[in-house]
């Protein structure tokens, strides 16, 4: 089961190439020593959310993340939340009323506006 620690070091890995570091010290390097605009959402269909996303924030670098169910996406969601922000959300109108319990589910993170840029040339924003 994926955590908010694994989205923030896949994050963290694909911009800075912090190959040598363990996970915990990406993570916070990343987190403190960067700037970055996120959005997130739970999904069933990636290309529409990501179409989605284009549209309303402009490019940036996509990941996606299997989800157990709803209630394992509004936690990492409420968590990043608290990490980036340092305020627990109001998370009582999320409940995931839109999908089946079958649906295969998927947290949506989009990135963009990283400064300073990434250090691999990812600049495909």
Known sequence: ?????????????????YSGMDKAAAVEEFILGCRFDLHISITTNMEETE?????????GHTFYFRLVDYDHGRQLA???YWIL?????DMDNHTGDCFDPGDKLYLFVHVRNILPPPLDGNTNE
């Not at 994926?2 to 070091?9: A, G, K, Q, R």
């Not at 922000?85 to 959300?89: I, Q, S, V, Y």
Request: charged share 25%.
């Open 85 to 89: 922000l340092g305020a627990r959300p």
């Open 78 to 80: 409420s968590q990043m």
């Open 51 to 59: 179409l989605d996303f284009l549209e309303r924030y402009g490019h």
């Open 1 to 17: 089961m994926v955590t908010v620690d694994d989205i923030f070091h896949k994050i963290a890995q694909d911009f800075r190439a």
